[in-house]
T-cell receptor
Framework: NAGVTQTPKFQVLKTGQSMTLQCAQD?????MSWYRQDPGMGLRLIHY???????DQGEVPNGYNVSRSTTEDFPLRLLSAAPSQTSVYFC?????????????FGPGTRLTVT | AQKVTQAQTEISVVEKEDVTLDCVYE???????LFWYKQPPSGELVFLIR??????QNEISGRYSWNFQKSTSSFNFTITASQVVDSAVYFC???????????FGTGTRLKVLA
């Protein structure tokens, strides 16, 4: 079991560029989510999905897009990168299509936007 | 609205001291779940414990213990005889049944000095 994997580990973008952060899990978890972690602010939910084909916005969705075509994959797209999106991004998954269970996190992607 | 407050931003203790990390939550749900996660300096997020709102029994796992009190809306975490390896950021999180969102506190950075 690889658990939750994220690529890339590090990324530097210029303002205005777009990119996709990849996330995959091999635990057959229905629930998947994306967070950003900024100093002093904890983890803030960007988008989440309760199953293939179902996504919804979290606390800070602006500037990000998601889709969930399979149970395993949940990519996060930055449409036009801005310096305010410099952060560490974590993908997570949990069993079932709800938040009743603990989440398993990927190793994170450190993104810098210049 | 749901909220998690970790008022202690940073705590420093000397090795072998006991330390308690506070977590206070707010929710109107009668069914909800509470979690603790550890983020060591390497950056990954590690699940520690899950508790549902109907189970107020305290839990002990080795040097770790958790005290859940609905009357004060608190879910505190105690490390007994702390060790340098306990140095990390600890996050408390809350999810309400049917909300599909986990709410994280801002974290407490614990430094255990040798």
């Amino acid at each position: 079991n690889a658990g939750v994997t994220q690529t890339p580990k590090f990324q530097v973008l210029k303002t205005g560029q777009s990119m996709t952060l990849q996330c995959a899990q091999d635990m057959n978890h229905e629930y998947m989510s994306w967070y950003r972690q900024d100093p002093g602010m904890g983890l803030r939910l960007i988008h989440y999905s309760v199953g293939a084909g179902i996504t919804d916005q979290g606390e800070v969705p602006n500037g990000y897009n998601v889709s969930r075509s399979t149970t395993e994959d949940f990519p996060l797209r930055l449409l036009s990168a801005a310096p305010s999106q410099t952060s560490v991004y974590f993908c997570a998954s949990s069993w079932g299509g709800s938040t009743n269970y603990e989440q398993y996190f990927g190793p994170g992607t450190r993104l810098t936007v210049t | 609205a749901q909220k998690v407050t970790q008022a202690q931003t940073e705590i420093s203790v000397v090795e072998k001291e006991d330390v308690t990390l506070d977590c206070v939550y707010e929710t109107r749900d009668t069914t909800y779940y509470l979690f603790w996660y550890k983020q060591p300096p390497s950056g990954e997020l590690v699940f520690l414990i899950r508790r549902n709102s109907f189970d107020e029994q305290n839990e002990i796992s080795g040097r770790y213990s958790w005290n859940f009190q609905k009357s004060t809306s608190s879910f505190n975490f105690t490390i007994t005889a702390s060790q340098v390896v306990d140095s990390a950021v600890y996050f408390c999180a809350l999810s309400g049944s049917g909300t599909y969102k986990y709410i994280f506190g801002t974290g407490t950075r614990l430094k255990v000095l040798a």
